[in-house]
């Protein structure tokens, strides 16, 4: 694996780690997501019609989404792909995010 490769596989799971944190954190803690990057684009928390159900709603799919990056990252990582696969790996990574906007979305017409 090439040094650059895997400065994005390194922060690929950084991202999923940190997305696993605030998910769990925010369960354990019972607190409401606050986090820009867990937040619809144009939303705030101000407007929010039920912060509660919210996070409710987004802690499972924000923990899915840490957990995928992190496997795909650390997977990649450790050279688990073969260079054949970059095409697949990379449509995965795309995929994910895609799911993510998709679940942002939803949940500003849902909470907004």
């Known amino acids: 694996m090439d040094e650059f490769g895997s400065i994005f596989d ?10 696993i944190y605030l998910s769990l954190s925010a369960k354990i803690k019972g607190e409401v997501f606050r986090v820009k990057e867990l937040l619809p684009a144009t939303c705030t928390m101000d407007k929010c019609k039920d912060p509660d159900a919210f996070t409710a709603y987004m802690i499972p799919r924000v923990l899915l989404f840490g957990v995928l990056l992190f496997l795909f990252g650390a997977a990649s990582f ?35």
């Open 10 to 19: 390194f922060a690929i799971a950084g991202y999923g780690i940190y997305f």
């Open 78 to 112: 450790l050279g688990l792909f073969g260079s054949y696969m970059l095409i697949a790996c990379i449509a995965f990574v795309v995929f994910l995010v895609v799911f993510y906007f998709v679940v942002l979305k939803r949940a500003a017409k849902l909470f907004w």
